[in-house]
Nanobody, 116 residues
């Protein structure tokens, strides 16, 4: 079983920054893709940023230029640096990892709230 522990969420004012962390209980190099998703109240969960095995980062259009995903394989940790946060970024953010056989795991989620 894979466990993902997220941290770094919180309350921030519009224009502020937060860095989310997701630490896995197994080496993240074993996964085909690692990434972050979010779900706002009343909305479907959406992809925010992912890094596939190719290493080419993918971002939702709404966060391009503001968010940066990165990984530290030695620490089994995936990060999401979020800058210029806006109220519309308010959501529960989830870490996600996908194995080569498409089995995926989710973290418990961390709340990010951006006040205007």
């Amino acid at each position: 079983q894979v466990h993902l522990v997220e941290s770094g969420g919180g309350l921030v004012q519009s224009g502020g920054s937060l860095r989310l962390s997701c630490t896995a209980s197994v080496p993240i190099v074993s996964f085909n893709t690692v990434g972050w998703y979010r779900q706002a109240p009343g909305k479907q969960r959406e992809s925010v940023a992912t890094i596939p095995h190719t290493g080419i980062e993918n971002y939702a259009e709404s966060v391009k230029g503001r968010f940066t995903i990165s990984r530290d394989n030695a620490k089994n940790t995936v990060y999401l640096q979020m800058n210029s946060l806006q109220p519309e970024d308010t959501a529960v953010y989830y870490c996600n990892v996908v194995r080569i056989d498409d089995i995926q795991y989710w973290g418990q989620g961390t709340q990010v709230t951006v006040s205007s």
